[in-house]
């Protein structure tokens, strides 16, 4: 199973810019949820991620840092993806890999600008050095929380997530449409009327013919017992009469 650790950026730690958290939060959890319901196995971590030994121990296929930040002057807003310096980075071809898909992918599909500002706060993200050598990672700048225009598509969690989503999908090669599960409809049985007309006749001449068995049994009892009392009678006059 793929494993995925998803970080939402200063929660429970403070910082981070302003409604940074809100966004963050919200959006991590959803993204959570949708890599679940296609079979990723997924772990939501916040700030504290550094002494969560639940994210330092484990050989993740892919962390993925979430963050909306960053702050240019005059760049009408914007975002990117980055991943760690290779000298922090033993899986930093995987990270490299997944880092093109996103910004490949996931800026089209939103219409955030991507501006790539790659810099010490990303390529030396405090993350990096607590993660396993075989850990690839990504920090994702989705956008300027405190843009204009990035604000109102951060809000809409569900365009945010379905696109950060699509971008792992692809990465991983998983399809992202969701197959419902087949119900198989079992085939109407085969109805022969012809036989089932058949064994009604049977059946109702089993039935005339035992009923006349019974009169003709019942016949026979009540003789053989008129016979049994025309007998006794006789013995009782005979009795009567000797006295």
Request: aromatic share 8%; hydrophobic share 35%; glycine share 4%.
């Amino acid at each position: 199973m793929i494993k995925i650790c998803i970080q939402a950026g200063h929660v429970n730690k403070g910082g981070g810019a302003p409604e940074e958290l809100g966004n963050n939060k919200r959006i991590s959890d959803r993204v959570c949820k949708m890599l679940r319901d296609r079979n990723f196995e997924v772990y939501q971590a916040d700030a504290n991620a550094n002494s969560d030994p639940k994210v330092t121990s484990n050989n993740w296929n892919l962390f993925l840092a979430l963050h909306c930040d960053m702050d240019y002057p005059s760049d009408g807003g914007s975002g990117f993806a980055d991943f760690a310096d290779p000298s922090t980075d033993s899986a930093t071809v995987e990270s490299q890999r997944i880092c093109k898909i996103i910004n490949e992918n996931y800026f089209p599909e939103v219409k955030i600008n991507y501006v790539p500002h790659s810099n010490a706060n990303t390529k030396y993200y405090y993350m990096w050095k607590y993660l396993t050598a075989l850990t690839p990672c990504v920090l994702l700048e989705m956008g300027q929380s405190i843009d204009p225009h990035d604000k109102v598509l951060l809000a809409n969690t569900e365009l945010i997530a379905s696109a950060i989503v699509r971008c792992i999908c692809k990465a991983f090669d998983v399809s992202y449409e969701i197959t419902p599960p087949v119900v198989v409809t079992p085939p109407a049985p085969v109805v022969d009327v012809e036989a089932l007309k058949n064994t009604i006749l049977e059946l109702n001449t089993a039935l005339e013919t035992e009923k006349t068995k019974s009169k003709d049994a019942l016949a026979v009892k009540t003789a053989e017992c008129q016979e049994k009392i025309k007998a006794y009678k006789e013995k009782i006059i005979n009795f009567i009469n000797l006295l």
